[in-house]
């Protein structure tokens, strides 16, 4: 069973343009959720991260969107750049337990110039 | 600084083979687990350590064993690998944190079960 949901699985943007995955858990109990950016060949890197307490955060052209209500979170790539493409991976954890993230399927984002 | 170094980055093995995947990391983190990636699934947790002596499983633990006796090493064994164990392999690390928590990934070991 699959703890966090994403959407979609592969996605095409023009240079300059919005990208948006989106990402949705069960677990009320999930108290972190960050997004991991990999390239090929290479393991995934730390992008950027949201406790539930606030409802976006913004780091430079990436930028996450938090409803806790609806127990979905987003990320939102402004200005797509051809260097963005990768695929991403939103995830969700619980402090307490020890660190133990749960990864949604990935997203495979193609910027084209 | 050489962060999470795994070895080896490639590997074949026959069905019924064993075979150890190492992990090492120089950021003296208390935390350290490994993951398993395919096509569609995303990163899947096999097994997790939160200390020297200490581990616990993950969402696919079966066919896995890990030991952590020392911070800095994390090997993960296949005992009888499987087709099934076909897979790219990620060893992380990350230090408890009040801020939030950030994973520290390998470079990944690619490994093929024929």
């Known amino acids: 069973q699959q703890q966090v949901k994403q959407s979609p699985q592969s996605l095409i943007v023009q240079k300059g343009g919005i990208s948006i995955i989106n990402c949705a858990y069960e677990?009320?109990?999930?108290?972190?959720f960050p997004w991991y950016q990999q390239f090929p060949g290479k393991g995934p890197a730390l992008l950027i991260a949201?406790?539930?307490?606030?409802s976006e955060k913004k780091e430079g052209r990436f930028t996450i969107s938090f409803n806790k209500s609806a127990k979905q979170f987003s990320l939102h790539i402004m200005d797509s750049q051809p260097g963005d493409s990768a695929t991403y991976f939103c995830?969700?954890?619980?402090?307490?337990?020890?660190?133990?993230?749960?990864f949604g399927t990935g997203t495979s984002l193609t910027v084209i110039p | 600084n050489a962060g999470v170094t795994q070895t080896p980055k490639f590997q074949v093995l026959k069905t019924g083979q064993s075979m150890t995947l190492q992990c090492a990391q120089d950021?003296?983190?208390?935390?350290m687990s490994w993951y398993r990636q395919d096509p569609g699934m995303g990163l899947r947790l096999i097994h997790y350590?939160?200390?020297?002596?200490?581990?616990d499983q993950g969402e696919v633990p079966n066919g896995y064993n890990v030991s952590r006796s020392t911070t800095e090493d994390f090997p993960l064994r296949l005992l009888s690998a499987a087709p099934s164990q076909t897979s790219v392999y990620f060893c992380?690390?990350?230090?408890?944190?009040?801020?939030?928590?950030?994973?520290?990934f390998g470079s990944g070991t690619q490994l093929s079960v024929l």
């Open positions: 950021m003296n983190h208390e935390y």
């Open positions: 350590s939160v200390g020297a002596g200490i581990t």
């Open positions: 992380a690390s990350s230090s408890y944190s009040l801020v939030g928590e950030k994973l520290f």
């Open positions: 995830a969700a954890s619980i402090w307490w337990t020890g660190n133990q993230f749960y």
């Open positions: 677990n009320t109990a999930f108290d972190y």
């Open positions: 949201i406790r539930p307490d606030v």
